[in-house]
């Protein structure tokens, strides 16, 4: 298993310290990666639209490794923002 933590100090809603770590693991032969988030105060709508970014980032990364075409901003899945 590989683990990576990535701490940032940011001017985001309810976080005073993000960061953001990956685990690496193997298992029946595929990759898997474990995300977190981390550093929020409190669970904010601007929480909910970060991790769902995330998801898009990595489901375009995913692509980027099998195909060879990703999908980089701003050709990436859009959402919308309300706050």
């Not at 970060?50 to 692509?63: H, Q």
């Amino acid at each position: 298993m590989l683990s990576i933590l990535h701490m940032v100090g940011v001017e985001a809603p309810a976080a005073s310290v993000y960061g953001v770590s990956f685990d690496l693991n193997e298992a029946d032969g595929e990759s898997k990666i474990l995300f977190a988030q981390r550093g929020w105060r409190e669970e904010v709508e601007f929480m909910h639209y970060c991790s769902t970014k995330w998801a898009v980032y990595l489901v375009g990364l995913k692509a980027l490794l099998e195909t060879g075409c990703g999908t980089p901003y701003p050709n990436d899945t859009r959402i919308t923002r309300r706050f």
